[in-house]
């Protein structure tokens, strides 16, 4: 065979083994790794040619690109993600927006969303009202107000249209920045551009005013909106409500209730309307007129819910008036709409609060005996306190009764630790060891900054099994 023959061969041995290394690396590749490089060799006008990226988009993927770009590659980070929500076969969730904030720091640099908007306009990029949709949603979730005004600003230049969900955003931000001027601007523009406020822009405008203390604002702009044909619902009414209760007075605030329930359907008062009137009644020490609105509630066709009850329970305690707060469990227990437990939970947590630990142990000891089960709160709040009181081995008796009726399920994983310790401090070794048993048979960590302590402490129960298994509760 002639040399230059033999020379061939060996070349197109070597061309073809050397494709198959290179093969066999894309094929091996990661997703994430694949759209990395790809960004690396195409670094300018990004958006044309990630398409032809062969490789499975999803948010473990998404992440990883991300966690590479940041914080060298920032604008090439989001500029990624931008595209990636624009995929037929992907979606970002919300977790996803604020992820992608936190690992580009968005807050901290806010120059990134311009960066990115300049970039576009630089290199020519073909840019969609999508893609700035999706700005926007960084944006919101930085709480960036001002940017996202100057990308409102900047759309005509990429001759698109912003839309009314877009000025919604916007002005949503700048309602919770307080800026109601920068905000109002926005809403009258819109009219500029043949747009009108739906009813989520009269919402984020009169809670808006209303956190601002501008009463008369929200209150006028409430009329405007029903003038101007959009209809009022329970969402809007119930931001206008809220705000003449903080800031407003009471008859005023009673007097848009009864507008509700006048006006009936869409607007008709849910019981977290009236358990929030309830709430600023009792709050102002006006426990009568409270009690009142439970009526009219009641009146209206509206169940009170644990938490309408316990609104008035805790006015009452405040109140040092526990009759009366028994007398209301009583009506309500007796109407079925809150259950026994959850009204006496309650009561007991209200007890703790203002310093009747002695009536708490008594109502709560009264209704394990007769069969009421208490909630995780209760338990969780009457051990705690008997333990922070000194009452360790009380804690413990009462840690065994709620046992006993198979509730402890509900009591908060850090109770066992802050009990434990006590029976550790006080040497009570036998019903330490106990609770250690529980704690291994239904795995419960030790928590809190003594947990060598408590382990020392325990090792000296003699429990052989127990001191061998004690790492598995000791973290």
């Known amino acids: 065979m002639p040399r230059f023959s033999l020379s061939r061969i060996l ?9 198959k290394i290179f093969a066999l690396h894309f094929t091996t ?46 604008q090439m980070g989001i500029r990624f993600f931008i595209w990636a929500a624009l995929q037929s076969s992907y979606r970002h969730s919300s977790f996803m927006y604020n992820r992608a904030c936190e690992m580009s720091r968005i807050k901290q640099n806010p120059s990134i969303i311009i960066d990115v908007v300049e970039a576009y306009k630089e290199e020519g990029c073909v840019v969609s009202v999508k ?12 709480r960036l107000a001002n940017e996202a005004m100057w990308v409102l600003r900047k759309m005509p230049e990429f001759d698109l249209r912003p839309d009314t969900i877009i000025y919604n955003n916007v002005i949503r931000l700048f309602c919770e920045k307080g800026d109601m001027i920068a905000a109002d601007e926005l809403m009258k523009g819109m009219g500029l551009i043949d747009l009108y406020p739906d009813i989520i822009t009269y919402v984020s405008m009169i809670k808006g005013f209303c956190n601002a203390g501008r009463l008369e604002d929200a209150c006028g702009l409430f009329k405007v909106m029903k003038r101007h044909g959009c209809a009022a619902n329970l969402v809007a009414y119930s931001a206008l409500l809220d705000g003449i209760c903080r800031l407003g007075s009471m008859e005023r605030a009673l007097e848009l209730l009864g507008e509700m329930e006048k006006e009936g359907g869409d607007c008709s008062p849910n019981v977290v309307t009236y358990t929030s009137v309830i709430q600023i009644f009792c709050g102002k020490g006006m426990m009568k007129e409270a009690l009142g609105i439970l ?26 008036n526990l009759d009366e707060a028994y007398q209301l469990i009583d009506k309500v227990v007796a109407g079925g709409s809150v259950s026994s437990g959850g009204c006496y939970s309650s009561l007991v947590v209200e007890l703790v609060r203002t310093k009747r630990l002695k009536e708490a142990e008594k109502l709560f000891s009264k209704m394990l005996a007769s069969g009421v089960k208490p909630d995780g709160l209760a338990c969780s709040v009457m051990i705690r306190e008997l333990c922070l009181g000194g009452q360790v081995l009380e804690g413990f008796c009462l840690y065994e009764d709620i046992e006993k009726i198979g509730f402890l399920s509900s009591v908060d994983s850090d109770i066992h630790s802050v009990l434990l310790l006590g029976l550790c401090r006080k040497n ?30 325990l090792k000296k129960s003699g429990d052989e099994e127990l001191i061998t298994n004690l790492p598995k509760i000791g973290g």
Request: with cysteine.
């Open 11 to 19: 070349s197109s041995s070597v061309n073809i083994k050397n494709s």
């Open 295 to 320: 009526d009219r509630m009641e009146a209206f066709g509206c169940a009170p819910n644990r938490v309408t009850i316990s609104t008035l329970i805790k006015g009452f305690c405040v109140e040092g």
């Open 29 to 74: 590749a990661s997703p994430a790794e694949r759209f990395y490089t790809h960004l690396q060799k195409n670094p300018n006008n990004i958006e044309k040619t990630l398409a032809t990226v062969k490789a499975k988009l999803d948010s473990t993927c998404v992440i990883e690109v991300l966690h590479r770009c940041f914080p060298s590659q920032s």
């Open 428 to 457: 009570h070794s036998l019903e330490a060891a106990k609770l250690a048993r529980f704690m291994l048979k239904k795995r419960i960590w030790l928590q809190g900054p003594y947990v060598d302590k408590m382990v020392e402490h």
């Open 131 to 142: 893609m700035m949709k999706v700005i926007f949603n960084l944006c919101e979730k930085a």
